[in-house]
């Protein structure tokens, strides 16, 4: 009777290439990348680049390219306030109907802004309002306390901490994670089943939020993937890496080729085949 062998197991998990990850790079040039690269697919990051906000100008780029949009991130940044309206809720609903139109199966929505006083007040019934009017997930993401010097900031309510309240689906950021100093494997245990959107970079900790390259710095990435792994997630792994630095296109594509290719061999987790 033969011995039992090791088998690579690969979970359902498709890996995905955040637009913002070629940033200063245009959107177009994302699909570009993650189609030579071999991405499963991308997560479009709504902001001021008027192509992220076209619904048929994305779909367009996703039919030549042969890439699926996996995810909308609605724009929730600073620097899209006034993106697809200044009212926070109309934002979420037209992520809503980019997604169902462009064939996504997650808005990507970050808790409010503590100004936001009202759409705060009702961010968490809202959000669960709005999940129960689609089959499009809601997976709200993990932030992090602004930090300057030793002073520090709460800056999103009801919490940077998304655990803290009941949401069907959370993100879970890495990088967030780092800069917040949370325990990461933690918060994926609080979150459970109800993680259903990840996105994958790596910080040190610093007070900004860095969006390193996986494996560049202190966070648990390998045994957060090994954990997916493990228990069948089948979500969106979302590779959300800052290359802005750089120094020409062949580098940002060797960065996102090295993150792919952690992503991927970390995804695989080594089970014991029975005896034949």
């Not at 968490?124 to 709005?130: A, E, I, N």
């Amino acid at each position: 009777m033969a011995e039992p062998r090791d088998v690579v197991r690969i979970p359902d998990a498709k890996v995905a290439l955040s637009t913002a990850s070629v940033y200063p790079e245009s959107t177009a040039t994302a699909f570009e990348i993650a189609a030579r690269l071999g991405y499963d697919g991308v997560e479009v990051m709504v902001w001021t680049d008027p192509v992220s906000q076209d619904i048929d100008a994305l779909r367009r780029l996703s039919d030549y390219h042969r890439m699926p949009i996996l995810a909308v991130h609605a724009p929730c940044l600073l620097i899209t306030q006034r993106v697809w309206s200044t009212d926070p809720w109309v934002k979420l609903q037209r992520a809503r109907a980019a997604a169902e139109k462009l064939g996504a199966s997650t808005v990507v929505v970050h808790p409010p802004f503590r100004w936001q006083r009202q759409y705060a007040r009702d961010f968490v019934d809202g959000v669960w309002r709005m999940a129960g009017e689609t089959d499009v997930r809601f997976a709200v993401e993990n932030m992090y306390p602004w930090r300057y010097r030793d002073r520090e900031m709460l800056a999103y309510a009801p919490d940077w901490d998304v655990t803290k309240e009941d949401y069907r689906h959370f993100t879970i950021d890495l990088s967030h994670a780092a800069t917040a100093r949370a325990d990461t494997l933690g918060m994926v245990a609080r979150m459970g089943d109800r993680l259903g959107h990840v996105h994958l970079a790596d910080g040190r900790g610093s007070a900004k939020d860095e969006h390193l390259v996986p494996g560049r710095g202190t966070q648990p990435c390998a045994e957060v993937l090994e954990h997916l792994a493990r228990t069948g997630f089948d979500g969106h792994v979302v590779v959300e890496v800052n290359t802005r630095r750089a120094m020409s296109g062949a580098e940002r594509e060797s960065d996102l080729a090295e993150a792919l290719a952690f992503t991927r061999l970390h995804l695989a987790a080594a089970s014991k085949a029975g005896r034949r």
